[in-house]
């Protein structure tokens, strides 16, 4: 088990990004929190040592996803309607963020996930087929198809990417 002092630096480091991600694979808020809450409970529970920061990291991103498909095939998931919209961005952001955002969440889960690491995350190709355990050329491929469907889905080149 780890120590607090542990808990509370991974914490303030990681919990925008675990909250962002299940944010992106299960739009809604109370599961947002379930899974953020379980991610973080197996980090204490965990004996892993991690080599670096970036290993921690990865980790964290690799449990939040598997949390997040988890809680997606669960019987109980498969049984329920979700009554909240789409997530809300917070006031004052400009029209074309919710566009973009809603493009972004409407995408199947492999190419969501490659955009939010590449765009939100700032991960390179090679470090998005270690965490994804894909090839590096799937992930380039990903993002060149993911690249097209938000393209369409946003009608036109006014956005660059």
Not at 50 to 67: D, P, Q, S
Request: proline content about 4%.
């Amino acid at each position: 088990m780890r120590s607090e002092q542990e808990v509370n630096r991974a914490i303030e480091r990681h919990s925008d990004t675990v909250r962002r991600l299940c944010m992106i694979h299960l739009k809604n808020y109370a599961d947002t929190e379930d899974i953020f809450q379980n991610v973080f409970l197996k980090y204490v529970l965990s004996s892993v040592s991690f080599e670096n920061e970036e290993h921690e990291r990865a980790w964290f991103i690799r449990v939040t996803i598997n949390a997040c498909k988890d809680l997606l095939k669960s019987f109980f998931r498969s049984r329920t309607v979700c009554l909240e919209a789409v997530t809300e961005l917070p006031a004052g952001q400009p029209p074309e963020h919710r566009e973009i955002l809603e493009a972004v969440l409407s995408l199947p889960p492999k190419y969501r996930n490659v955009v939010y690491l590449y765009y939100y995350e700032e991960y390179t190709a090679p470090q998005i087929s270690q965490i994804l355990h894909k090839n590096v050329n799937t992930v380039y491929t990903l993002l060149t198809r993911s690249r097209q469907l938000l393209k369409e889905k946003l009608e036109g080149d006014e956005y660059e990417w």
